[in-house]
């Protein structure tokens, strides 16, 4: 009855010939869109607290100031570096937020420099990630919102973060199964959606979580389109550039019948003359939409220290038990691979040799077999990672070898 009901909101807006029209801004309207990038382009200044959120919204509405994106990036930086030295606290969210808005502008979020060395934000984003899956299991809710859990989520997917998989995961799992009478807003929704479109499109998603992501990914759709009103906005006017986003990003998950998107971008448009998006955060969260981008773009964006390639040698080693073996690779991957990725490649490389399973745990992906070995707690045996002859002390989802790195899995006891 509620899909009946919002679908036959949707088919009162017939003013905007319907479905198959591209949803884009047009060229007599593309004035309104430049006014209010022009806006916020303004809005950045030496003396201003950054605004990540902002820069975001700068480079995915395609702003072409460069010298404020640049101001804004080193402003970023120098505030993350500043909070950081002096221990002062970041929710996940934040970091979340500081990680997109890095990336989107080709500055790597692994190396954020301060005088004490490099930062790695998105280890960093992680750790704390880590801490709301853990709350989320114990208590059934979050440390901060489940608001920050879902853009934890979209950050890590991102950044190619295989602790995304759990990160999805668990948020599934606080999500109803039924969209009505909750207490997701349209926001929250939102980002869970554009979370869970990016982490669903990743390679290597654990068979066992996708059905739970799959769901909690139609539910959150659901949710937004059940907002949607019979003149386009969806919720309230400031959070339909959120929603906005969050649909076109998941666009292929629903028919068009469901939304008529040009009819959401001209109520948009007709908002920008009165001013209702002239404050940073509206602007901010409506401009990705009214560039037909969404968050998740972000991943897309080509920055050249994501296409230099390294070369990573692995070697697999069992002396312990059965039929010995020793096996080498050499894997070639991008910089800022993590150890997971090195893995993945070589199985993909060499599947009769390299091939191996994980499981997930709260502290990320846990390797249980290399070639068929497994581990085993009666045995006391499992598989320990050395660079050299140094034990890591990281996991594999989490570790990124440096270029020419001899990387060592060798089966153990302890």
Known sequence: MQWLVFCAKILICISIAYANIQCSVSDK???LVTALLVNLERTVEANSPPDPSV??????????????KIL?????????AMKVSQDLPFSSGRLALYTLALRSSCCDPTKIPTAKGDINLVYMLEEKTQEEIASIENT???LTTLYQVALDVLALCVMSSPEAFQAAYTLSKVIPP????????VDTAA????GFTCVLAMDGVPPQMLKAMKMAHS???TLILSELKSDGVIGNIYTTGLAGQALTSAQSYYTPEYWNCPCTLQQVLQQIPLGTFAQPGPA??????LNGKNYVNVKDIQCSYNANPITVEYTIVNNLVGDNFKSFIQISVNEGSTLLQVMAKAAEDNPKEFSFKTEETSFGPFVTTINHLSGSNNDKTFWQFFSGSTPLNEGVGVYKPSNKEHILAIFSKY
């Open 178 to 185: 039924n969209p009505s009478g909750h207490s997701f807003s």
């Open 29 to 31: 309207e593309t004035a």
């Open 219 to 221: 539910t959150l759709l």
């Open 191 to 194: 980002i869970g959606v554009m």
């Open 284 to 289: 901010s969260q409506v401009l990705p939409f």
């Open 55 to 68: 820069l975001l919204a700068l480079t995915l509405g395609s702003s072409i100031d460069t010298d404020a």
């Open 140 to 142: 059934q809710s979050p």
């Open 72 to 80: 804004l990036t080193q402003q970023l930086k120098e505030d993350l």
